[in-house]
């Protein structure tokens, strides 16, 4: 009876496999424990305090890139949200571009222009296979090279080059100004509107309308109108020369720049193979079955080649944008004030709790990537196909 | 009779492969023809020409009195008339039965929603398989997707219709549940052109028999003659290798 209960227990497929799973969960809690414990009892012999106080204690430094107020004088935790304010910032700037140079680039890829082609096909081999911090001291150091301040390039009126930084007239708010936004936001609302208007009268009488362009149109030009109706409520503060610097506007500072083209350029090389692949994986016979159908080929792209490409494209693409975000880390070598940067340098140095700020950082990285993922794979299952096909 | 489709000394070749020898062929409104021919015989090159799927290179192609060039006009006026179904079904994956079938005539036609989801029902209704419209093509098997197929491409209305080895990726159980809405088609009268190893199906619906070997038309004779006084030796092995097995 005993044998007959331990050999179920052993032979059993889902009793030993429940079994084995008990034995590596409660040995991984018990390594973790006593890695716990045994850190805790070194940091304390030493006498090195640990916990999470110092989050309140003044930082006693700068950072020149914030999006919010911060001077020294704000606490560890003030600096932690400004770092991660920064590393989010180019996360989502450095997808964003890196998306729209991806596309092209990968639509080029399989233009039938021999030279578009073949450029786009160098880019693609030199940017990928060259390390990603390389190209970003790069472009940083390019831009450091712009003329200094008193030799600034002067683009447009207002607008400077010079290697402190991209200086540019500054929009000061005049009273007013807010019904403008208001109108961008309704006229955005109505556009919506106007599509599912459209699209319900296409369906009523098979006419199709430019929507595209009408609610472009209206988009741009209604807060246009109303800013002009409402007395040009807008001014620009500029940017002028004054001693060793510029006084006035706003400067987007060369080490976001910096970041910003390193990080994009490289991973929109991996874009651009990704969306390459998706659209070639779209078989022939799809395009030929739609052209039988005497489809043209914008619509033939639009409503049978894209949607069948995302499907392929979208997982590979998520592992681009948790790659750049993650890339984003390597702003401590250009002294771009990021997450690490700020909080996971300086002030790590300053109060020596490597332990807490590290985990810190950490759990913060892996929050972001599971948002960016969780998002992802939501907008994943929308565009895959039912049934085995 | 009408005359709709005319090939005149039609050549093609991929590189320096010589696809399509100088192949004259005439359709009439109406008629059914079947074509058969071993494998890499052109065949299949011959009636994707016909609506431009390929370009032929030497010689004339006239569908309904339009010459098919590089004009795009042309090209897409003799596409709107000429239906065509593929060996491997090619359903686009992503929109479901229905929407397979009304997508043509909504963006082409620029048809009502209502309208064109009408015919598309009233077609499914013809390959017997209402009830699958808001299926997806994942969901059904090789036969009902063939059936899908044809449906998508009555729906645009064609006058004539190709079929490029229709019934050749399906099991031999869905084979009859396509060939019997390809029989009934025909008896409506549909002008037909139609590529397969189905003798079976080719004894009860061909006009006329086409038999091509290395890019040329070999023999072509009505079904009576072509299966029992086939002129040529070439014709006579082929026959003798796919009838008696």
């Known amino acids: 009876m005993q044998t007959n209960f331990l050999r179920k227990i052993i032979f059993d497929e889902k009793s030993r496999s429940l079994l084995i799973q008990t034995l590596v969960i409660g040995l991984f809690a018990l390594f973790i424990y006593l890695i716990a414990q045994q850190t805790a009892y070194n940091l304390e012999k030493r006498g090195i305090s640990s916990g999470f106080d110092f989050l309140n204690l003044s930082a006693g430094y700068d950072i020149s890139i914030r999006l919010i107020p911060f001077t020294s004088e704000d606490t560890h935790f003030r600096a932690y949200f400004v770092g991660l304010l920064n590393t989010l910032m180019i996360a989502v700037c450095g997808c964003f571009l890196a998306t729209i140079i991806g596309f092209l680039v990968g639509v080029i890829r399989l233009s039938s222009n021999w030279l578009f082609r073949n450029i786009a096909y160098v880019y693609v081999e030199f940017t990928r296979n060259v390390p990603v911090l390389l190209q970003i001291i790069l472009y940083y150091s390019i831009l450091l090279h712009l003329p200094k301040i008193k030799q600034a390039i002067e683009i447009f009126d207002g607008f400077f080059l010079t290697n402190r930084g991209f200086f540019s007239p500054s929009p000061i708010f005049k009273e007013g100004f807010s019904l403008v936004l208001w109108s961008f936001l309704i006229a955005i609302i109505a556009s919506i509107l106007i599509k599912k208007i459209l699209k319900k009268k296409q369906e009523q009488t098979g006419q199709q309308y430019p929507i595209f362009l009408i609610n472009s149109a209206l988009i741009i030009f209604t807060p246009i109108l109303v800013y002009y109706i409402m007395g040009r409520p807008l001014e620009f503060d500029a940017p002028v020369l004054k001693g060793f610097n510029f006084k006035g506007g706003m400067v987007i500072r060369p080490e976001f720049l910096g970041m910003l083209f390193g990080l994009s350029i490289y991973t929109a090389a991996f874009i651009s193979e990704t969306v390459r692949s998706g659209i070639i994986a779209v078989s022939k016979g799809q395009r030929e079955a739609s052209q039988a159908l005497g489809l043209k080929n914008n619509l033939v792209m639009r409503l049978i080649v894209i949607p069948q490409a995302l499907r392929v494209i979208i997982p590979p693409l998520t592992s681009q944008y948790l790659n750049l975000t993650k890339n984003s880390s390597l702003g401590i070598a250009i002294g771009y004030a990021d997450l690490v940067h700020g909080f996971g340098g300086i002030s790590l140095n300053q109060t020596g709790r490597a332990i807490e700020i590290m985990l810190m950082v950490m759990l913060t990285y892996l929050t972001i990537s599971l948002t960016i993922s969780l998002f992802m794979n939501i907008y994943n299952k929308s565009v895959q196909f039912k049934g085995n096909a | ?245």
Not at chain 2, 61 to 72: A, G, P, Q
Not at chain 2, 181 to 198: D, K, P, S
Not at chain 2, 226 to 238: E, G, I, Q
Request: glycine share 4%; proline share 4%.
């Open chain 2, 1 to 245: 009779m009408e005359q709709v489709i005319q090939l005149e000394k039609v050549n093609k070749w991929y590189d320096d492969f010589h696809v399509l020898k100088d192949i004259d062929l005439s359709v009439q409104r109406g008629q059914k023809i079947v074509v058969c021919g071993p494998s890499g015989s052109g065949k299949s090159t011959m009636i994707r020409c016909i609506n431009r799927l390929e370009a032929h290179q030497k010689g004339h192609i006239v569908v309904h009195n339009t010459e098919l060039t590089n004009d795009l006009k042309n090209i897409d006026m003799i596409r709107k008339n000429v239906g065509m179904v593929f060996q491997q079904f090619n359903l686009f994956p992503h929109l479901s039965v229905i929407d397979n079938i009304s997508l043509a005539p909504i963006w082409v036609k620029k048809m009502p929603k209502k309208e064109a989801e009408d015919i598309a029902m009233s077609y499914l209704e013809k390959v017997k398989i209402p009830e699958q419209a808001q299926k997806f093509p994942g969901q059904l098997s090789g036969g009902q997707q063939q059936r899908v197929a044809i449906a998508r491409s009555l729906a645009m209305n064609p006058d004539i219709m190709l079929f490029d080895e229709p019934t050749s990726a399906l099991d031999p159980e869905m084979i009859k549940e396509v060939l019997d809405v390809m029989i009934q088609l025909a008896e409506e009268g549909m002008t037909m052109l139609v590529v397969t190893h189905e003798m079976g199906f080719a004894k009860t619906v061909a006009d006329q028999m086409i038999f091509m070997d290395e890019g040329k038309i070999v023999e072509q004779a009505t079904p009576d003659e072509f299966f029992n006084n086939p002129k040529s030796d070439r014709t006579k092995l082929f026959l003798s290798q796919i009838l008696n097995h």
